[in-house]
Nanobody
């Protein structure tokens, strides 16, 4: 089992920055990939950025050049630095991990709210 706790959500004005953090606990040695997803009201949850154990990352086109995902394997955290925020970035942001326990299993945090005002 893996537990994930997000922090760092807040309300900011357009053009501002926020840093989200996700702390993993439990069987963290089984984690392969960690990432951030978001869900705006009335919309489906979508990928924002993911990063593997080896540091390979991928981003949604909408956040490339503005958001940076980073991972600290020693601290078992994954951060999302968000710059040049736009109102369309407003959503609840969720941390996700994929871990191997004989098969690949998904774990999600409770989410943290990001609101960007124009």
């Amino acid at each position: 089992q893996v537990q994930l706790v997000e922090s760092g959500g807040n309300s900011v004005q357009a053009g501002g920055s926020l840093r989200l953090s996700c702390a993993a606990s439990g069987s963290i040695f089984s984690i392969i990939t960690m990432g951030w997803y978001r869900q705006a009201p009335g919309k489906q949850r979508e990928l924002v950025a993911t990063i593997t154990n080896s540091g390979n990352s991928q981003y949604a086109d909408s956040v490339k050049g503005r958001f940076t995902i980073s991972r600290d394997n020693a601290k078992n955290t994954v951060d999302l630095q968000m710059n040049s925020l736009k109102p369309e970035d407003t959503a609840r942001y969720y941390c996700r991990s994929q871990a191997w326990f004989g098969s690949l299993k998904d774990y999600w945090g409770q989410g943290t709210q990001v609101t960007v005002s124009s």
